[in-house]
């Protein structure tokens, strides 16, 4: 179980984000993004939305990049960044964390899936029981796992989560220490196409996922206008990439050096339309958190509208 020490060290400073580091982001002349390495954020680095958007006004963008949600999360709380992006779990451990963030935006997570070796006798996800999966904690394939397991008529508590970030849960899946490994695209088409990995049970059979745009809740504060922009910015953006999955398979595989074949693949289960947080997306993340916090992953209930911003407001 995830104990409060725990999650509040995790996120280091999350509860107080500095004094110094507030009021100098009341008048930002430069906004600090934090992304992975896929999805609207990434399109929009490649080709220099914001950058373009933002340069009559005089305001600078600083691109910082993650490996998954969690440690963006810690950034994004402590106001090393302003904005960031993750899936659906990150800030469900931030916000029991008492983190300083706030939800701007959403948008269609990326395909994630339970995977096993292609010559695993595991045929269905009851088939883990007591067995070892490589999971990346904290973040959104945490979730699908959980859904996909409980769904499958076991505990969490069942199964042999092996805490792995991505990089080290794929060297442990290619080398056979785990039995399975739950992560999202691209991991996921690389794995498919790389390792010959086989889907035991995808994000598609757990129900809704979504990813978010984020902000650090004293910049939202501040600079209102400015977070609009730039969520503005990501909708156009996402409504190109939806029309164009061709040209953002090819912009995916040359920024993050992976087979096209992966990118070509994963584009076949990602969409990228930014909308507003509506009361079925807080649903949604609430019911997310609410079972996090039964089974004993964060430690205190949470009440996720709490931490929706609300543009003008």
Same mark, same amino acid.
């Given at each position: 179980?995830?104990?409060?020490?725990?999650?509040?060290?995790?996120?280091?400073?999350?509860?107080?984000?500095?004094?110094?580091?507030?009021?100098?982001?009341?008048?930002?002349?430069?906004?600090? +993004?934090?992304?992975?390495?896929?999805?609207?954020?990434?399109?929009?680095?490649?080709?220099?939305?914001?950058? !373009?958007?933002?340069?009559?006004?005089?305001?600078?963008?600083?691109?910082?990049?993650?490996?998954?949600?969690?440690?963006?999360? /810690?950034?994004?709380?402590?106001?090393?960044?302003?904005?960031?992006?993750? $899936?659906?779990?990150?800030?469900?451990?931030?916000?029991?964390?008492?983190?300083?963030?706030?939800?701007?935006?959403?948008?269609?997570?990326?395909?994630?899936? +339970?995977?096993?070796?292609?010559?695993?006798?595991?045929?269905?996800?009851?088939?883990?029981?007591?067995?070892?999966?490589?999971?990346?904690?904290?973040?959104?394939?945490?979730?699908?796992?959980?859904?996909?397991?409980?769904?499958?008529?076991?505990?969490?508590?069942?199964?042999?989560?092996?805490?792995?970030?991505?990089?080290? $849960? %794929?060297?442990?899946?290619?080398?056979?220490?785990?039995?399975?490994?739950?992560?999202?695209?691209?991991?996921?088409?690389?794995?498919? /196409?790389?390792?010959?990995?086989?889907?035991?049970?995808?994000?598609?059979?757990?129900?809704? !996922?979504?990813?978010?745009?984020?902000?650090?809740?004293?910049?939202?504060?501040?600079?209102?206008?400015?977070?609009?922009?730039?969520?503005?910015?990501?909708?156009?953006?996402?409504?190109?990439?939806?029309?164009?999955?061709?040209?953002?398979?090819?912009?995916?595989?040359?920024?993050?050096?992976?087979?096209?074949?992966? %990118?070509?693949?994963?584009?076949?289960?990602?969409?990228?339309?930014?909308?507003? +947080?509506?009361? /079925?997306?807080?649903?949604? !993340?609430?019911?997310?958190?609410?079972?996090?916090?039964?089974?004993?992953?964060?430690?205190?209930?949470?009440?996720?509208?709490?931490?929706?911003?609300?543009?003008?407001?």
């Amino acid at each position: 179980m995830l104990t409060r020490r725990t999650a509040l060290a995790t996120l280091s400073a999350a509860v107080a984000a500095p004094a110094l580091i507030r009021s100098a982001r009341a008048d930002a002349r430069k906004i600090r +993004i934090g992304l992975q390495k896929n999805g609207v954020f990434l399109i929009a680095r490649t080709r220099r939305t914001l950058e !373009q958007r933002f340069e009559a006004e005089g305001v600078a963008v600083e691109w910082l990049e993650f490996t998954f949600g969690p440690p963006l999360l /810690e950034a994004l709380n402590v106001g090393s960044i302003d904005i960031g992006t993750t $899936g659906d779990a990150p800030p469900i451990f931030a916000q029991a964390a008492r983190g300083r963030f706030v939800y701007a935006a959403t948008y269609p997570a990326s395909g994630a899936a +339970i995977l096993v070796p292609k010559d695993s006798p595991l045929k269905t996800v009851a088939d883990l029981k007591g067995k070892r999966i490589a999971i990346p904690k904290g973040s959104s394939a945490h979730n699908v796992a959980v859904q996909l397991i409980e769904k499958a008529g076991l505990g969490f508590d069942e199964v042999n989560a092996a805490y792995l970030p991505p990089a080290d $849960g %794929q060297a442990a899946f290619a080398r056979g220490s785990v039995d399975a490994w739950a992560v999202w695209d691209p991991f996921f088409a690389i794995a498919e /196409e790389t390792l010959g990995a086989r889907v035991l049970s995808s994000s598609a059979d757990a129900g809704p !996922q979504n990813g978010f745009t984020l902000a650090n809740r004293d910049f939202a504060n501040a600079n209102g206008d400015l977070l609009k922009g730039v969520v503005d910015a990501f909708g156009e953006v996402g409504a190109w990439a939806d029309g164009h999955k061709d040209e953002v398979a090819e912009l995916f595989s040359a920024a993050t050096k992976t087979p096209i074949e992966a %990118q070509r693949r994963a584009q076949t289960r990602t969409g990228y339309a930014v909308r507003p +947080i509506t009361p /079925e997306v807080v649903a949604t !993340q609430q019911a997310n958190a609410d079972r996090f916090h039964r089974i004993g992953l964060i430690p205190n209930a949470i009440t996720v509208a709490d931490a929706v911003w609300t543009p003008g407001a």
